[in-house]
């Protein structure tokens, strides 16, 4: 690298100006005088350094330059004076050394005089130039290395005319195409030139500007660019002490130009071979001219890896001294083999080998492995040097302490045969290599071994071959080449018996550090090649079992399980059956989110280190012992061990169903199997049940959990739509690490609104209100049932829309308000019935309903006299929904889930023709009370109004009476004044026994034991309720196939009574039939029961 200092002189007055410079040695020295170039004769000499002792002046100086005159530039040797573009004279002397350094006058006759003082310096960023290579068009780039001591110093370049030095690059003054950037941690600046051209082809000179004030550079490197016209190129690969030629033609136009070979590496020029300047043999090299043929032949005998490198082969532009025309490019590669013969190795299909290439003599080479089958295209290296890396499917580790490349396959495959070479690049050009076929067998053994930790476990392997045994674990890159073991590892040659080739190896007190991967096999030593092919892959996983636990569960239920690992929160958790080994592990696959995984859902909770399971259906199958666990490393797990017992009986689990108004209180009554703490959640969107959820109170009463039947209540006061749904009760338990909960009880919560009654021909809403959080689910509005398999959705909205309709119905959709209303129009008795307010989610969630029942225009006006008898027969569309009620509103004919007294009445009885659709109601003895109107029917009901008169002969009969009394009474009076007889009056009373008032229930009429709660006024009316309840008996002994009923009407009478009739026909076997009731009475409550007799054949 040339150095180039450039300074400028602190002049002191008189005729001679001094100066003190300092330059390096190899480098080169650039001084700017600041004085005037002029046309007078130029001098300079150098004082001899034994000056002093010479008696004659004259010879004191050694002249340099003797008074010559140019317009621009003076040379000679290595010493220049030249005029800079400011007119100033530039002092520059190149390749500086040690005898350079002294005393220089240097002067312009007549004019002025300068003293400038040389010292040069050692540094070793200076020693050398650099010959830089770029094709036209491309981008050429290049490094400046300068001192420490300069690293804040603004940096410049400069380019070397034919006779002049101009600034290319500084600070103040930069031009297109050029950049530079100052790398100040390696103190080098890089100079980027872009889209080269022929005219930017030259010497460079890199520099610092040291001293601002005074204008002084220093540390100038030198730097030749020759720019090329590239043509062509070969390569050719040739092996060491071989002979090499290659041939290179020139045009008829390039004859004449000069000729000139290269060598070149990296776009550095490495040396010139030859020029026709000096066209000459050099050793080895030979170059031959045909000037008719055009052709300039280079024969390298006796190749050396040294001779590896780019030549290139051009001719001179000489409008460009730096430009050329290369007319051929030639890469000779050079193959340094081992003449040691091939290696040979054997692995077998997904197994491992480790292959180690020793090249104790290039150390720190780059080393490689190729596949020669793709022409070694593709060579894996480590890329860097002392440390594994990977490169596709192998590892590689250069060892440059010993000079070894080991290669890893880490999986060997087929596909992996074949012939490799395993080499090292002695320089750029050259390598050195060995030959190694490799032949893939099937196939590896695989086993797994098991350990609980402080135990001893034993590993025993056998190998295919008599070579030395070799025993590994696998490190986390999934590399293996040491033993690791915490204790003692025992490999006993002793065992190794020659026609089985097994040995064992033995690990004493087991810990963490021992789980993980082994791999044994054979290890087989060539002369530069050392094979270690793994066939047995042992898996030691290390168990830590903390406690073992025992839960009971219920055929039916459901079942939570809450795994602990405080000391692991993040780590990985499972629940597995021990079964089946544990071959199918549960886990969640995600943290802190419910996931199903078959028949299991499970929670990591990674803040509290607890792993939930949950069994949405408990089976007997899924009884057994089970593993609840933590990978607490990839081959270290510890766990507990659960025994889970699944019981089937009658008395678990339980179903219920609970209904309730909505803005009512319910109460939940539930009784668990086992003395443990109670637990009631609710099951959510996903089925798994965890929380309790109300929308007022929820009180847990421990005070009623009585030991010998375990009972406990729930009140949920306040019922809003999102106390809805499905309800789990049961028995929670705690373990030192698990926690159990067994849900026995399932009950089901519907909420029922007041139901719609309206004529035919008018139209309904029906209102459903919802929970705020499914306001972005669609809703549905269902007649009947409203599950997924036969559900009978009427319509459906979503958050998006306003209103829906179809045909009749619309549906409207409140978000603020959290309502949707379904409005019938135009109803008719296909219209009556149950709806369902339903929210759709992965299930359908049916949360409200409440009925409709349409009254019919048609109306039956009936009139009747005491005694006689009536039957009424009466619609419907539901075999399972008949009534027949007397009430002033068809709403009170429906029962809302309060129990009622039931009161029966034998005058009535019911008759059914199922296929026609029709029953009857047959009353006899009909009285005065009878009148009123009725309700005939179901969710379809027709008004009846029965009037009931008085006979005539019973009026005949009353008025004889009545005139007898007169008369009698009117000769008692007679007596009485005549004072013979003396009486006392006398007047029959009939008092009219009437039902005690009490409030209509509002729900379905098909039930058979009512409760009446006396005093209560039906809403709106002042009428008393009496309510009748009949079954069709199964008795066939009756002849007259009669159905009845006997009322005991209540001792506290009202002015007016309800008689109420509801009936549930069965099946008959028989045609006749015949159905007793019997009624009793207490002091709260009336009760009927029905008993059923069959008819003897």
Not at 74 to 90: P, Q, S
Not at 333 to 359: L, N, P
Not at 602 to 613: F, K, P, S
């Amino acid at each position: 690298m040339k150095i180039l200092l450039f300074f400028t002189f602190s002049l002191i007055s008189g005729a001679v100006r001094c100066v003190s410079v300092t330059g390096y040695s190899g480098g080169s020295l650039l001084v700017d005088s600041q004085k005037n170039w002029l046309y007078d004769s130029k001098y300079m000499a150098k004082l001899h350094e034994n000056a002093k002792y010479m008696y004659n002046p004259s010879n004191e100086w050694r002249i340099i330059i003797y008074y010559r005159k140019d317009d621009k530039w003076i040379n000679e040797g290595r010493f220049t004076l030249f005029k800079n573009n400011e007119g100033n004279l530039m002092i520059y002397i190149r390749e500086l050394n040690q005898h350079d350094a002294g005393r220089y006058r240097i002067r312009v006759i007549g004019q002025w005089t300068i003293d400038m003082t040389l010292n040069v310096e050692e540094d070793s960023c200076c020693k050398e130039s650099k010959r830089v290579i770029v094709n036209i068009g491309e981008t050429a780039t290049f490094s400046c290395e300068y001192s420490q001591n300069h690293i804040n110093d603004p940096k410049i370049i400069f380019k070397e005319g034919k006779d002049s030095i101009e600034t290319i690059y500084s600070s103040w003054d930069k031009r297109e195409r050029f950049s530079v950037y100052d790398d100040r941690q390696k103190n080098l600046f890089n100079v980027r030139i872009t889209a080269v051209t022929p005219d930017d082809g030259g010497v460079y000179l890199c520099g610092v500007w040291i001293n601002r004030d005074l204008y002084s550079y220093s540390i100038i490197n030198t730097v030749h660019l020759h720019v090329m016209d590239s043509c062509c190129g070969v390569s050719k690969i040739v092996k060491t002490g071989e002979t090499v030629s290659f041939i290179c033609k020139y045009s008829w136009n390039q004859r004449d130009a000069r000729k000139i070979i290269f060598k070149a590496e990296n776009n550095i020029i490495d040396e010139m071979i030859f020029t026709t300047d000096t066209w000459t043999q050099k050793e080895r090299f030979s170059v031959y001219y045909n000037s008719h043929n055009k052709l300039m032949t280079v024969i390298i005998s006796a190749v050396t890896p040294d001779d590896g490198g780019v030549y290139l082969c051009g001719v001179l532009d000489y409008s460009h001294p730096y430009s050329y025309s290369i007319i051929n490019t030639v890469h000779l590669h050079i193959i340094d083999k081992y003449k040691v013969g091939v290696s040979r190795a054997t692995g077998h299909s997904g197994g491992r080998m480790m292959i180690k290439c020793e090249h104790p003599q290039h150390k720190t080479k780059p080393k490689y492995i190729c596949k020669e089958s793709d022409g070694c295209s593709e060579r894996k290296n480590p890329g860097v040097q002392d440390e594994w890396m990977e490169n596709g499917d192998v590892s590689l580790y250069d060892d440059t302490r010993a000079g070894v490349l080991m290669v890893f396959f880490r999986e060997l495959k087929a596909a992996d045969a074949g012939t490799y070479r395993c080499g090292v690049n002695v320089s750029h050009y050259t390598e050195s290599f060995t030959e190694l076929q490799l032949l893939v067998r099937d196939d590896a053994t695989f086993v797994t071994e098991s350990a609980h930790l402080g135990e001893e476990v034993n590993i025993t392997c056998q190998i295919p071959e008599e070579h030395k045994v070799h025993f590994c674990k696998e490190d986390d890159d999934h590399i293996c080449q040491n033993i690791s073991t915490s204790a003692v590892t025992e490999i006993s040659p002793s065992s190794e018996r020659n026609e089985e080739r097994v040995f064992t190896v033995s690990i004493s007190n087991v810990s963490v550090r021992d789980a993980g991967v082994y791999w044994c096999g054979a290890e087989t030593r060539d002369t530069h090649l050392t094979f270690i092919s793994l066939t047995t892959k042992i898996q030691l996983n290390l168990f830590t079992k903390v406690g073992v636990s025992r839960a009971t569960g219920h055929s039916g239920g459901r079942m939570m399980i809450k795994c602990e690992h405080p000391q692991h929160k993040t780590k990985p958790k499972y629940i597995c059956k021990e079964s089946d080994g544990c071959s199918e592990r549960k886990n969640p696959g995600v943290q802190d989110e419910w996931m199903e995984n078959g028949d299991v859902s499970l929670y990591d909770d990674t803040r509290a280190g607890v792993l939930m399971v949950f069994f949405r259906e408990l089976k007997a199958a899924d009884a057994g012992t089970y593993r609840c666990g933590v990978n607490v490393s990839h081959y270290t797990e510890s766990f507990t061990e659960l025994q889970l017992d699944i019981r089937d009986g009658a008395k678990y689990p339980k179903t219920k169903t609970e209904s309730a108004h909505l803005g009512e209180e319910v109460n939940i009554t539930c009784q668990i199997p086992e003395e443990h703490k109670v637990h009631f959640c609710k099951e959510d969107d996903d089925h798994i049940c965890q929380n309790i959820s109300t929308s007022a109170v929820t009180e847990m009463s421990p005070s009623s959990e009585r030991n010998e039947e375990r009972v406990f209540t729930v009140s949920i006061s306040n019922v809003s739509v999102r106390d809805a749904g499905v309800y789990w009760c049961g028995a929670e338990t705690r373990d030192t690490h698990l926690t159990f909960i067994s849900l026995t009880t399932k009950i089901q919560l519907n909420l029922f609104m007041a139901p719609v009654v309206r004529r035919e021909g008018e139209s309904a809403e029906i209102f459903c209100p919802y929970d705020s959080i499914y306001k972005s689910k669609s809703k549905s509005l269902c007649k009947g049932k409203c599950s997924t398999r036969d559900r009978n959705t009427l319509n459906e909205t979503v958050r998006e829309e306003k209103e829906t309709k179809t045909d009749r119905l619309t549906l409207n959709y409140d978000v603020t308000a959290s309502v949707f209303t379904g409005t019938i129009t135009g109803l008719t008795a296909e219209d009556a019935g149950k709806y369902w307010c339903a929210v759709t989610l992965e299930r359908d969630m049916n949360y409200l309903y409440t009925h409709l029942i349409v009254i019919m225009n048609e109306e039956l006006n009936l009139t009747k006299y005491e005694g006689d008898d009536v039957s009424i027969q009466c619609k419907h569309h539901d075999e399972h929904q008949k009534c027949f009620c007397k009430a002033h509103e068809p709403s009170m004919c429906v029962k809302d889930g309060v129990s009622l007294e039931t009161i029966r009445d034998d005058r009535f009885s019911f008759s059914d023709e199922a296929s026609t659709g029709v029953f009857t109601v047959n009353i006899t003895d009909l009285r005065e009370e009878d009148s009123g109107i009725y309700w005939c029917g179901s969710y379809i009901t027709t008004k009846v109004t029965l009037e009931v008169k008085k006979n005539v002969s019973d009026r005949i009969v009353i008025s004889c009476v009545c005139v007898s009394l007169l008369l009698i009474g009117a000769s008692v009076l007679l007596l009485y004044k005549l004072g013979y007889i003396k009486t006392r009056d006398q007047h029959p009373s009939t008092d009219g026994t009437e039902m005690s008032s009490g409030k209509a229930p509002q729900a379905v009429c098909d039930y058979e034991n009512i409760r009446d709660v006396r005093q209560r006024l039906v809403s709106g009316t002042g009428d008393d309720v009496l309510y009748s309840n009949t079954k069709l008996s199964t008795d066939s002994s009756d002849p007259n196939h009669t159905l009845y009923s006997t009322v005991q009407l209540p001792t506290n009478p009202s002015d007016d009574g309800l008689l109420y009739a509801s009936v549930r026909f069965m099946k008959k076997k028989h045609e006749e039939s015949l159905s007793d009731a019997k009624v009793t009475f207490n002091n709260e409550e009336l009760y009927t029961t029905v008993s059923h007799r069959t008819r003897p054949n």
